[in-house]
C-alpha cells in the first residue's frame, strides 16, 4: 500500500512541477528559477541526508556525479526552464514525455539493438515532436522554445543512461540526491542578481519555486525511490506516463492553459511512438533502462 502511495505522490507532483514552472516564470528568469529551485531542493535533502546516513561518494565516482547533475539537473532544467516561457505546461510535459526515445538510441551504444517496429516507434515518435513544435510555433514554422523543451528530453534521456551506471554501486535516493547537489553548483555562476530580484517578484512566483523545490523536487524524488525499491521496475516505471495526462489536467485547473489541437495530437502520436518501442521494439541482450521519467 504505501508503495502505490507513494507512487502516486510522485505522479500528481511531477505533473504539477510544469504548471509551477510557469507560475515562477511570471518573476523570474530560467536560470534564476532553476538556481532557487534546487537550492531549496539541496537544503530539504541535506537536511534528510543528515538522517539517514547516507554514503559518501568515493572519490572516483565524484566526477561522474558531476557530470551526471551538470546534464541531468542544470542543463535539463535551463533547457526546459526556458522552453516553458513560450510553451504551455501541458504541451511541455508532452515533449518531456518523448525521452525514452531517446535513451532507447543512446542505449543501443551499450548493446542493445531495436527490431523494425522499434524504429518504427522511434521515427513516429519523432514525428509527434515534430507536430508539437510546429503546434506552438504557430502552425508552419518549428517553436525555437518547443526545440529547447526537446533538448531538455535529450538531456533527461543521457541523465537516465549515466544513472544507470551510477545505480550498480549507489541506491536510488544517494544517486538523486548527488546529483542534484551537483547541479545546484552548477547553478551558482548563474545566481547574479538573485537576492534584488527575490525582493522584488511577485509572492505567488516565489512561493511556486519554493513549492517546486521541496515537492517535486525533493519529496517527489524520495518517493519515487522509495516506490522504485519496493515495486517492479518495469511496472511502476509504466505509470510515468501518466505524467503528461495529468499535467495537461492540472495546468488547465490551474492556469486556464488549453493545448492547440496539432500540439495535442503530436502528444498522442510522440507517446505512441514511445509504447511501441519499450513494449514491441526490444530485442534481448544487456538489459538498459529504456522507460524515462516525464519529470520537471
Known amino acids: 500500500m504505501r508503495t502505490w502511495i507513494a507512487l502516486a505522490a510522485t505522479l500528481v507532483l511531477w505533473a504539477s512541477a510544469f504548471a509551477g514552472i510557469r507560475v515562477g516564470l511570471k518573476g523570474y528568469s530560467p536560470a534564476h528559477l532553476a538556481l532557487f529551485r534546487f537550492s531549496v531542493a539541496s537544503v530539504v535533502l541535506g537536511i534528510y541526508a543528515s538522517r539517514a546516513h547516507f554514503r559518501l561518494p568515493r572519490w572516483r565516482d565524484v566526477p561522474r556525479f558531476a557530470l551526471t547533475g551538470l546534464i541531468g539537473i542544470s542543463l535539463y532544467n535551463l533547457a526546459l526552464n526556458s522552453g516553458e516561457v513560450a510553451v504551455s505546461a501541458g504541451v511541455s510535459s508532452l515533449l518531456i ?37 510546429a503546434g506552438e510555433g504557430g502552425g508552419i514554422h518549428l517553436s525555437a522554445a518547443a526545440l529547447l523543451l526537446a533538448a531538455a528530453a535529450l538531456f533527461s534521456a543521457i541523465y537516465i543512461v549515466m544513472q544507470k551506471q551510477l545505480l550498480q554501486t549507489y541506491n536510488a535516493l544517494e544517486v538523486t540526491t548527488y546529483s542534484i547537489w551537483a547541479g545546484t553548483i552548477f547553478l551558482l555562476p548563474f545566481g547574479i542578481g538573485l537576492g534584488r530580484v527575490i525582493h522584488t517578484a511577485p509572492v505567488g512566483a516565489t512561493l511556486a519555486i519554493v513549492y517546486l523545490g521541496i515537492f517535486p523536487a525533493a519529496i517527489a524524488f524520495t518517493a519515487w525511490a522509495y516506490a522504485l525499491s519496493h515495486g517492479p521496475v518495469n511496472r511502476i516505471s509504466s505509470f510515468l506516463y501518466l505524467v503528461p495526462v495529468l499535467a495537461l489536467v492540472i495546468a488547465w485547473f490551474w492556469l486556464g492553459e488549453v ?13 505512441g511512438g514511445v509504447v511501441i518501442v519499450n513494449v514491441l521494439g526490444k530485442t534481448t541482450g544487456p538489459k538498459v533502462i529504456t522507460t524515462a521519467p516525464a519529470k520537471a
Not at 514525455?97 to 513516429?124: D, H, K, M, Q
Not at 500540439?263 to 502520436?269: C, N
Request: glycine residues 14%.
Open 259 to 271: 493545448p492547440r489541437m496539432l500540439s495535442l495530437l503530436g502528444g498522442v502520436v510522440a507517446l
Open 97 to 133: 514525455a518523448s525521452a525514452p526515445i531517446w535513451v532507447a538510441l543512446l542505449s543501443i551504444a551499450l548493446g542493445e539493438r531495436l527490431t523494425a517496429l522499434g524504429w518504427g516507434g522511434v521515427c513516429t515518435s519523432f514525428a509527434g515532436v515534430a507536430m508539437i513544435a
